[in-house]
């Protein structure tokens, strides 16, 4: 016998703009199961769910924010960090998330990315890195692994990639954390703790693209990735980001690698208009 | 200092500033920015004011970011700017069509300078209205204002504030090096809470909300984030619920009201000056620094008993093209004194449709007219 | 197994028997639950949904200790387990 039956309920669902189920991704994509730990994440840390606003950019991670029911914004791509850390500063009450792809975060986003992380703005920042362009069509980005195959590298990509964590912890993160799709839990207890934590919280996803990426290196289907993963995945909390760089054979680090205190943008800015009005006085 | 925050008084003050002072009294909060000649002094008075009246300056990493901070900010319900120059407002203009798709009120401020390029960083030129127009891909409508002195400045960015919040549209002022470099006595009023304009708001309850319904006048009523409406807004061509959706017949129905409700409403909007039309046969179209010098010519002119007459733009987008349909039926020709090679005279050129003759004076940017060549052109078509 | 106590936590992290709903409109046949589920409880079944995707279903419901995998590993949102299950 067969139970499959038509969903009338489901905890997930509250967070979903059902009216847009199902939604575009391809079978076996990372970005489900991410957006799944987001939204336990948001019910677990018990935030009130009003004050959440989402902004993505453009791509197959882009679409995410059309599919949550907050209030979320579909910007240009690369743009959603200068957009979030306006939205931020215009309502300090918001619980600003900003959830886009590694492209569009780090290829044409980069430069906002380093310098939000600098300026230390609170905001969540989940970045799903599936190693290529996927909406576009398969092409190597800034963290396609040396030598991986994609659309636009047929020869093997010859740019060494970013070692996303190290970046941004490097431009001045105070929460960074990496963990594959397969690490649910943890990734749904850390995107708890960034939502709660003041500052620039950054959280790398590694997820499968079966159709595109994996499809063009050995691993076509998403259970490939996924037992790629459980076999090379090692749990280092604490581990210096400069020694967490994503080899093509190397091991996958992941876990917590930096949780620090520094004063926010807007504490900084409140620090502007007390000197100001001190001033005037 | 008024309760809005405004240095009310006379002041001697360059272009620049009055542009800051405007914002804030229009009720201005946040300002995104990024330094550029010669727009700097906006952003400048900006980081130095806006704190003591509560607000934020933020100096972004790029003009692409300055112009998506200040949409951002919009979302949150405060009243945002930004100011650049030629090559900043050439990074905006991707996201100035996020603003327009996204129906986000806000201010951009370009004090112009001659391009193309670097161009003439330090000197003037007009040469950015067609830019301003069509700047961003696809089609759209959008409004720019164009001051031709300190006070003047002032003046219209209130009313870009106004306008942007009255239409849901990013409203440009378009201003040039000449005039934000020149100073001169400004007189800061108070602003009345009656005469700002703030955006249209919801007032049927949360559930049911459609972000895009437009009301009667084409305009959606727009929520800001964190009350609860759970809206989403996207770049992607969207149904009235904000969702994306991929068929030509969303498109036709999304652009067609994005255009038509600036189009609609462009007798509200268009603000223009005439001097000396009612007789006369041979009118100068111009805006910004160019009219001023064309008052003089124009002057000189009619001290020659030539019947000429002046038509000052203060609205350049939408076109003021029904007044000058009109004017062409009564005039021999139209002279367009413009610091470029030929912009806004295709405007009155097309408006005109041959039923009066066209003559750009043009000026390639660095300086400005000397206005003997504009009473020569007169004089040339008054023949 | 025969434990000298009770543990602790034995009611926290006994298994719950659940009954295992999936979406048909929205599964896409990736096979997660099925490679996960660590009791072997979901199959691929040969049915097919309307877009013509291969459709999970449950083999054995008796095996599943409602350890909730199969839902948060699902990319398509398409698992949904009612905990405490008892047929009405």
């Given amino acids: 016998m067969t139970s499959s039956t038509k969903v009338e309920e489901y905890i997930t669902d509250s967070l979903l703009r059902q009216d847009r189920m199902p939604h575009i991704w391809c079978p076996g994509c990372g970005i489900g199961p991410a957006v799944g730990c987001f939204i336990r994440a948001i019910e677990s840390s018990g935030l009130d769910q009003d004050k959440i606003a989402l902004i993505s950019g453009i791509g197959c991670t882009g679409r995410v924010a059309g599919y949550v029911k907050l209030d979320s914004f579909h910007t240009t791509h690369g743009r959603a960090l200068p957009f979030a850390m306006g939205l931020g500063l215009g309502n300090p009450e918001l619980n600003v998330v900003v959830f886009s792809g590694d492209g569009d975060l780090i290829a044409i986003g980069g430069n906002h990315l380093i310098h939000t992380a600098r300026r230390n703005v609170d905001m969540t920042v989940i970045c799903l890195n599936n190693f290529n362009y996927g909406m576009t069509g398969g092409q190597m980005g800034p963290t396609t692994p040396l030598n991986a195959r994609s659309n636009t590298s047929p020869y093997g990509n010859i740019e060494y990639p970013f070692n996303v964590p190290y970046l941004v912890a490097a431009s001045g993160a105070t929460y960074v954390a990496r963990w594959t799709m397969l690490h649910a839990r943890q990734l749904e207890w850390s995107i708890a703790e960034a939502l709660t934590k003041p500052g620039f919280s950054f959280i790398e996803v590694l997820g499968p693209c079966p159709t595109l990426y994996g499809r063009m290196n050995k691993m076509a289907r998403g259970m490939d990735s996924l037992n790629y993963y459980k076999e090379n995945s090692v749990v280092r909390n604490g581990a210096d980001p400069k020694d967490v760089d994503l080899t093509s054979d190397g091991p996958i680090v992941v876990g917590k690698f930096v949780d620090i205190e520094r004063p926010t943008f807007w504490e900084q800015c409140q620090l502007v208009i007390d000197r100001a009005q001190a001033k005037k006085d | ?383 | ?88």
Wanted: aromatic share 6%; proline share 6%.
């Fill in chain 2, 1 to 383: 200092m008024s309760e809005n925050g405004a240095l009310c008084g006379t002041y001697f003050l360059n272009g620049d500033e009055p542009c800051a002072e405007g914002a804030m009294s229009a009720g201005c909060r946040f300002f995104a920015g990024y330094p550029i000649t010669p727009a700097t002094e906006v952003a400048e008075r900006m980081s130095e004011r806006l704190p003591h009246v509560g607000g934020i300056y933020v100096q972004m990493e790029d003009e692409i970011a300055s112009m998506n901070a200040i949409l951002g900010a919009s979302w949150a319900g405060m009243k945002s700017m930004t100011s650049t120059s030629g090559p900043g407002f050439s990074l905006m203009m991707e996201n100035l069509g996020l603003g327009v798709m996204l129906e986000t009120p806000c201010v951009v401020v370009n004090i112009q300078r001659a391009g193309p390029s670097t161009g003439l960083p330090t000197l003037t030129a007009q040469g950015d209205m067609m830019q301003a127009r069509w700047g961003s891909h696809g089609s759209y409508e959008i409004i720019a204002l164009v001051p031709s002195s300190p006070q003047e400045i002032f003046d219209l960015t209130i009313e870009a504030f106004n306008l942007s919040e009255r239409y849901r549209v990013p409203v440009l002022v378009m201003s040039d090096e000449a005039v934000g470099h020149m100073s001169e006595k400004v007189v800061i009023p108070e602003i009345a809470p009656e005469n700002l304009v703030t955006r249209p708001r919801p007032n049927d309850g949360r559930e049911g909300y459609l972000p895009f319904k437009a009301n009667d006048d084409l305009i959606p009523p727009m929520a800001i984030a964190g009350e609860g409406y759970r809206f989403h807004v996207t770049g992607l061509t969207h149904d009235e619920r904000g969702y994306p959706v991929m068929t030509a017949e969303a498109q036709d129905k999304l652009v067609r009201r994005l255009v038509d409700k600036i189009r609609v409403h462009r007798n509200d909007i268009i603000k223009y000056e005439e001097i000396g039309v009612e007789d006369a046969e041979v009118i100068v179209c111009a805006y910004g620094i160019s009219a001023r010098i064309a008052r003089l010519a124009v002057q000189q002119a009619r001290e020659e008993s030539v019947r000429v007459g002046l038509l000052r733009l203060i609205t350049v987008w939408p076109f003021a093209e029904d007044r000058i349909r009109e004017l062409a039926q009564q005039v021999k020709a139209f002279v367009v004194p413009e610091i470029n090679y030929g912009q806004i005279v295709l405007e009155v050129e097309r408006c005109a449709a041959g039923k009066a003759r066209t003559l750009l004076v043009e000026h390639m940017g660095g300086s400005v007219h000397n206005p003997q060549t504009i009473l020569d052109a007169i004089k040339k078509v008054a023949k």
């Fill in chain 3, 1 to 88: 197994m025969k434990l000298w106590r009770t543990p602790f936590d034995q009611a926290e992290k006994a298994t719950r028997p659940a009954k295992v709903l999936i979406d048909k409109d929205r599964c896409k046949g990736c096979s997660y639950c099925v490679e996960f589920c660590p009791r072997g409880a979901l199959v691929l079944s040969d049915e097919l949904n309307p877009k013509g995707y291969t459709l999970a279903a449950v083999a054995d419901e008796s095996k599943c200790l409602g350890c909730g995998l199969c839902d948060i590993l699902c990319p398509e949102f398409a698992i949904h387990l009612v905990l405490n299950f008892t047929e009405s």
